[in-house]
């Protein structure tokens, strides 16, 4: 009996190859659930000629592995939807929801809850980078309104054929403003950004809890620096923080036209942000890099 199943299976194998069929087919997704920025395979038929995934109503990054495997990455701002594959000429739905698990420390409201790669590349003609901070309370946290987050440094480098050479390396300085927060940076326009100092560690202080309402967006104090010429392989953006109770800290990158040119759509491009930072007793690094791209 064993035998006969096992020689209908050959032969209805044989008959599909013969047939030609060229139909996409999921036929298993894992994991089945995750947060922003998760890693998921998609194991199923005739996958290579993909070109679209998404969750939902939004657009994954993903890598085509073989015929019967891919790799897609949760996007930003994804709910709990099925995964749909696209070709030229069909398209694929799972068979179940991919359901969102974000970090529940995360607020609700922030745009990016994990850790990405900007899939697409810097401009050719950009020739400018500059390491960014976000610096928030958790209004959830009891005491909130005393959650501060120190910074005792910031180090921008990028890798250069094959080398690392440091853009700028600022002690105990910062520049920034306050935005809105909800919506998140609705607008675009800031207030000053406070800033006290703590002499013995060489740090600036920003007392997030005390404009709960706003992004505490920072960055380097030193001018945007120039690429230097070569083969960029990416950068790597790096601040050494203490984040206390209540408060919560992502680092992120992007490039400029040109080290000059003012904040206008169009002049600035996003290489991504670093998964969020926690409280912790002890200072910590925190940093984001885009070396080596998204990450399959």
Known sequence: M????????????????????????????????????????????????????????????????SPDKLIAIVPNRAITAEISLSTTKEQIQ???????????RIPHEVSYK????????????????????????????PNYASATIEISRTRLSCRING??????????????????RCPWFSGNHSELMPMSNDPMNHAVIL????????????????????????????CTAKAWVKISDGALLQMGMDYWRSPAVSYAPGNNHEAGASNWYFSSPRWQEALF??????QF
């Open 114 to 141: 994990a850790g990405y790669v900007n899939p697409d590349p810097k401009p050719p003609d950009f020739t400018s980078v500059l390491l960014w901070g976000i610096a928030i309370s958790d209004t959830r946290i």
């Open 163 to 180: 080398n690392d050479i440091v853009l700028n390396d600022d002690m105990g300085q910062l520049r920034g403003g306050l935005y809105l």
């Open 94 to 104: 799972g068979p179940f929801p991919f359901v969102i698990l974000n970090d529940p």
């Open 2 to 65: 064993r035998l006969v199943t096992l020689l209908t299976a050959l032969l209805l194998n044989a008959a599909f190859a013969q047939s030609g069929d060229t139909t996409s087919e999921i036929l298993r997704i894992s994991p089945t659930s995750g947060p922003e920025g998760s890693r998921v395979e998609i194991v199923g038929r005739n996958l290579q000629e993909i070109k679209r995934v998404k969750f939902g109503d939004r657009h994954s990054t993903f890598k085509v592995l």
């Open 289 to 294: 890099t885009d070396i080596g791209g998204p």
């Open 207 to 234: 007392n997030v809890g005390q404009r709960p309402d706003r992004i505490w967006h920072f960055w380097s104090a030193s001018p945007r620096p120039a690429l230097p010429p070569g083969g960029l392989e990416g």
